[in-house]
């Protein structure tokens, strides 16, 4: 027997949009709606099972309705941007999962699906609709059944003709009277003023129609209610009208056209991989091939000569002659702080060598090499090159080129590509992959003997012959400088740090996991008290019994499981119960302990120092990130996690931690790009710039803002450099989006070169294909023409703040190579420790506080001269956190 369903395509999305938090992949489209539809969509075929499909779509804003009430759907918000970028990815997943879709002008998708319910259900085609619109009740009969969408995406009830009588009282055709009666405040449709839905559906208990409510007015119960119907029949009758679904609509297919397909799970798990949807590729069962990895056979051909003796070294030696040789230096692990090395292969493009250190450490002559500044040796990850050799005793030398660094910055879209992957990339001879060669996790082995040196060797050998055409390329891309005045430079500096390390205090560091446990058993005792009962507070399901069945608050959204006790769900239902707040602080707290007590615990080195690793090639926009462990997420807003600073302390008896902050950088660096006089006249005569922002928006005195006010300017002064909509400002302040929206307009108006800025920016990546920050550094934005909306809209949103993040990013980075350079020519005896967003950190002897003071705020206040001044703040203290 045939199975049709039938998917309101516009309410489901708009259902899974606002049930699901903002979400995003790692290229910045907006995602939850997308995942959420999906989620539907995967259910409803694998536990209905059918045979036909088709998702109907509302076509556009003007539907035959119109003509009779120019009003309806008059009230609808505009669809905020977030969502409607979506709504073209919704259609991919459809496309991918091969199920028809369908629009028509001039009607809606209720209208859609009305018709195609009413001509196959008598056909004896089992027909079911899907959808979060009670409207499509009144198609319900003996062939067709509703799935009405509840709270959450995939949570549904299920209508037949009985259900809805159990419920209503009414017949689903009677569903068209009760909003005739009652209206729609959701589609502007009026109904008789005054008449709820409990009145309505009194009314037609006793009269079936609207028409039969009108004929018998003398008859109903109050003058008052007689006298709200006899003013309001036209428009009950005409609500009676546009509630009515069209079930005529003059369709170019029949059921034979909407056939389902076999499932491709292949075409699926392509959409899925590029959403990076992972559990969802993990429920079709194709993961692994979705990651798209082909084996690469490795290079058999490779010329190299393993030397394993010092003799052997000695009649291959005349290749360390030449000017210029490509390096690899293979380690046992990423982490350079915890690699020991297991040898190194140079090449010069036709000879390669292959060197066990055992064999390096013997031979004075090739560390003397690897020294020396004249010898120019080309490698692939500069940084880490220069810290495995190092902890070694060998401070490398003549490192002239970067591979890795020069590939990233010619795409920075690509973070952290292999070596494999470069190769591949500019069309040079194949070689294996480290995971081909070694193995992934826990197979990962490192091979000896022969196998080692010939995948050592491709790699030299790869190096060699791939470095000439990127340095061209940085040429042709005006990239040179940034790469040998800059990036390559920032590398040593950075290797410099990494080194030295910070000093951890670990007895504060066990008092503070003691405070922690403490502020979470008072928290736990007062979560019990105002629940009036013990329970596991970590469990989301005894969580969600007690919020909802014990305390009765409102249930915002299901899981599969049960309720939802997310942090966007609680986050909400904060204003309504105390200890909704209790039980945030006390995820706070107990996400502190884990991930920076016990956390930080496990990084601390023999030398009671903590070596994070600063990443230079992973984000898009030329900011550092940090890992292993990650600094840059110190939380700072809570005071339990502006504490766990006060464990980062000097390494020396009597030094001191000296913080250097760049304040407001990136709204600076607006204002200079800009080119907006009010903004850069803010910024010269050192004004607060949210204060002064909310002045100028609201067009008051400075003692007359308000914090509300001056909380809306930050919000949109920060906001406005990563081009927020109404939708997000209004989601951030908790705000009407017509409110926001009209926020954002003021500024704009208020501010009209950050407006041209930002439309001439986006012109100028249409028509460039990138865009680039003061210093020259590019970001390509390949779908700034894109047809998809999500697409086109996330590289609108880039070519905007890329300019300005990059910039702020570049400015810090040159600020550390200056002042590394500075303070070698001084023989100053400070060290640079961190840097931390805009901050830098250093620890410094007493005798060099004040010399430090002053050399750090000229230098990061002069990195790179704007129309703007830079304001550095500087703060000293025993610790991080009294530097602050």
């Not at 004075?364 to 120019?376: A, G, N």
């Not at 007590?597 to 690793?613: A, M, N, S, V, Y």
């Not at 709204?667 to 006249?681: G, S, Y």
């Not at 001056?710 to 705000?735: E, P």
Request: hydrophobic fraction near 40%; proline fraction near 4%.
């Amino acid at each position: 027997m045939s199975k049709l369903i039938l998917v309101d395509g516009n309410s489901i999305a708009y259902r899974a949009f606002y049930a699901l938090p903002l979400l995003t992949n790692s290229s910045g489209v907006y995602t939850n709606a997308v995942y959420g539809f999906a989620m539907m969509l995967m259910k409803i075929i694998e536990e209905e099972k059918p045979t036909h499909m088709l998702v109907a779509f509302d076509a556009g804003k003007t539907t035959f309705r119109h003509e009779s009430y120019q009003e309806y759907k008059g009230t609808r918000q505009k669809t905020p941007g977030e969502l409607a970028e979506q709504l073209p990815l919704v259609q991919e997943l459809l496309h991918a999962f091969q199920v028809p879709t369908y629009e028509l002008a001039n009607y809606e998708a209720d209208d859609i699906i009305g018709t195609l319910a009413k001509e196959c259900g008598p056909q004896g085609v089992e027909t079911l609709i899907v959808s979060g619109d009670k409207d499509l009740l009144q198609l319900v009969d003996e062939h067709v059944e509703l799935l009405l969408t509840r709270k959450g995406v995939t949570e549904t009830e299920r209508y037949d003709v009985q259900a809805i009588r159990d419920k209503y009282g009414l017949s689903p055709l009677q569903i068209i009277d009760l909003k005739g009666l009652m209206g729609d405040s959701s589609d502007n449709i009026p109904g008789i003023p005054g008449v709820g839905e409990k009145t309505a559906l009194k009314l037609l208990a006793q009269y079936p129609s609207v028409e039969e409510v009108i004929a018998h007015v003398d008859e109903l119960p109050g003058k008052k209610l007689q006298e709200k119907v006899r003013e309001h029949q036209e428009q009950a009758l005409l609500s009676k009208k546009l509630a009515t679904i069209y079930t005529k609509v003059p369709l170019e297919f029949g059921l034979e056209a909407l056939q389902l397909p076999e499932r491709d799970p292949e075409r699926i798990a392509e959409f899925f991989k590029k959403m990076e949807f992972k559990t969802l590729l993990s429920r079709i069962g194709k993961q692994d091939q979705a990651a798209g990895k082909t084996g690469q056979t490795a290079t058999s051909d490779v010329t190299v000569r393993e030397v394993t003796s010092v003799s052997e070294l000695v009649e291959a030696q005349e290749i360390f002659d030449q000017d210029t040789l490509a390096l690899f230096v293979e380690a046992t692990e990423d982490n350079p702080h915890r690699a020991e090395v297991i040898g190194l292969s140079v090449s010069d493009g036709e000879t390669q060598l292959y060197l066990p250190y055992s064999l390096v450490e013997e031979s004075e002559f090739v560390r003397d090499w690897l020294m020396d500044p004249k010898r120019h040796k080309l490698v692939y990850d500069l940084k880490k090159t220069q810290i495995v050799l190092a902890n070694k005793g060998i401070e490398v030398a003549g490192l002239s080129f970067d591979v890795l660094l020069a590939a990233y910055l010619l795409d920075p879209s690509e973070s952290q590509m292999e070596l494999s992957d470069i190769i591949a990339r500019y069309g040079k001879e194949p070689i294996p992959s480290d995971d081909e060669v070694y193995g992934k996790g826990a197979k990962r082995k490192v091979p000896t003997g022969e196998a080692l040196a010939r995948h050592l060797a491709a790699k030299s050998k790869a190096i060699y012959q791939v470095a000439p055409t990127l340095k061209q390329e940085l040429t042709d891309t005006d990239l040179d400088e940034l790469m040998f005045g800059l990036e390559m430079p920032l590398s040593s500096v950075l290797a410099d740090m990494e080194r030295q390390g910070v000093h951890i205090d670990k007895d504060r560091l066990e008092e503070l996991g003691v405070e922690l446990k403490h502020s979470l058993d008072r928290l736990e005792q007062e979560i019990y008290e105002l629940a009036g009962t013990t329970f596991n507070i970590n469990s989301h399901k005894q969580l969600g019994e007690i919020l909802f069945d014990k305390l009765g608050l409102p249930v915002l959204k299901k899981t599969k499981t049960g309720y939802s006790t997310s942090a966007d769900v609680l986050e909400k239902l904060a204003p309504q119960h105390e200890i909704v707040e209790k039980i945030l602080h006390y995820r706070q707290v107990g996400k502190l302990y884990s991930t920076y007590i016990e956390g930080l615990k496990k990084e601390i080195g023999p030398d009671g120092k903590i070596h994070t690793r600063f990443n230079q090639t992973v984000t898009a926009t030329g900011r550092l990130s940090s890992t292993e462990p990650n600094l840059q997420n110190i939380p700072i807003r809570m005071e339990e996690g502006r504490r766990i600073r006060q464990v980062f302390i000097p390494s020396e008896p009597g030094w001191h931690i000296l913080a250097a902050d760049y304040s407001q950088i990136e709204l600076r660096v607006l204002a200079h790009i800009a080119e907006d006089e009010q903004l850069q006249k803010a910024f010269k005569e050192d004004k607060d710039i949210h204060t002064q922002t909310a002045m100028d928006v609201f067009g008051v005195a400075e003692d007359e803002v308000t914090s509300l006010m001056r909380r809306q300017a930050k919000a949109v002064n920060f906001g406005i450099v990563y081009g927020i909509s109404g939708f997000g400002l209004a989601r951030g302040l908790d705000i009407a989006q017509k409110e926001a929206r009209e926020f954002i307009d003021r500024y704009f108006e208020t501010y009209p070169g950050v407006k041209r800025y930002m439309d001439s920016i986006v012109e100028q990546a249409r028509r460039d294909g990138y865009v680039a920050t003061l210093s020259g550094r590019r970001r390509y934005l390949p779908s700034i023409n894109a047809k998809n909306f999500g697409e086109r809209s996330f590289a609108e949103r880039t070519a905007m703040n890329t300019p300005i993040q990059g910039t702020a990013a570049d400015i810090i980075k040159l600020a550390m190579v200056k002042l590394a350079r500075a303070m070698k020519e001084r023989n100053l005896a400070s060290r640079m420790l961190l840097q931390v967003h805009d901050e830098l950190i250093f620890e410094v002897p007493e005798a060099e506080l004040e010399e430090m003071k002053d050399l750090v705020v000229a230098v990061m206040e002069d990195a790179l001269p704007l129309s703007v001044p830079l304001k550095v703040d500087v703060n000293v203290g025993e610790t991080w956190y009294e530097a602050k």
